[in-house]
């Protein structure tokens, strides 16, 4: 099976503009998580997606958002990007079938944001 | 609440020397652990998982894992260091029983390994 993709694996962005993410989950997972990683704050998770239904979220401000369509795919968007938006955002795929008790996630490479 | 902590930001080792990396816990609730590693720029590659089975858990690439639940600990241990084993690792827990999918993560230990 192919791995969780994301793209674009790097991208270069100025304060103010807004930028949208995508991931692309492994065939058959229908839950899709989004962390970002940054050096000082280490890796954060952002929101769960599952059946096109936001489930869970992090400690996040509004500017971050995000969706996931019919088919699993999801796409995070940051509005309004501030100079500490500058990370890597890593998605996850998971399973989540009901009744299962393990519930792994597997990640993609990430896309590299830089925010000048 | 739940948290983990990694004690040792950066660990060097010898080439075929042990690798023990710490990991410990805070959990209300039966925790699910997970070690992953990360190479440059590259994203999580998951290496192990508890999910309260067997407290000893064998991965790929012959890393292994004592769940310990009195000393809160998921150490990650591998008997001979490779060259290749350099990269960072997380230690990670996730509840489960929340209905929640979210991971909390370790701050990461440096893994350097010295020819």
């Known amino acids: 099976k192919a791995g969780v993709t994301q793209t674009p694996r790097y991208l270069i962005k100025t304060r103010g503009q807004q930028v949208t993410l995508s991931c692309s989950p492994i065939s058959g997972h229908r839950s899709v998580s989004w962390y970002q990683q940054t050096p000082g704050q280490g890796l954060q998770f952002l929101f769960e997606?599952?059946?096109?239904?936001?489930?869970n979220k992090g400690n996040f401000p509004g500017r971050f958002s995000g969706r996931q369509f019919s088919n699993s795919r999801s796409e995070m968007n940051v509005s309004t990007l501030e100079l500490g938006d500058s990370a890597l955002y890593l998605c996850?795929?998971?399973?989540?079938?009901?009744?299962?008790?393990?519930?792994?996630?597997?990640f993609g490479p990430g896309t590299r944001l830089t925010v000048l | 609440a739940q948290s983990v902590t990694q004690l040792g930001s950066h660990v060097s080792v010898s080439e075929g020397a042990l690798v023990l990396l710490r990991c410990n816990y805070s959990?209300?609730?039966?925790?699910?652990l997970f070690w992953y590693v990360q190479y440059p720029n590259q994203g999580l590659q998951l290496l192990l998982k508890?999910?309260?089975?067997?407290?000893l858990v064998k991965g790929i690439n012959g890393f292994e894992a004592e769940f310990k639940k009195s000393e809160t600990s998921f150490h990650l241990t591998k008997p001979s260091a490779h060259m290749s084993d350099a990269a960072e690792y997380f230690c990670a827990v996730s509840i489960h029983q929340t209905g929640a999918n979210n991971l909390f993560f370790g701050t990461g230990t440096r893994l350097t390994v010295i020819p």
């Open positions: 959990s209300s609730v039966p925790p699910y």
């Open positions: 997606y599952f059946s096109e239904t936001q489930r």
């Open positions: 996850a795929s998971s399973p989540r079938v009901a009744g299962t008790s393990t519930d792994t996630q597997y």
């Open positions: 508890y999910t309260s089975a067997a407290t």
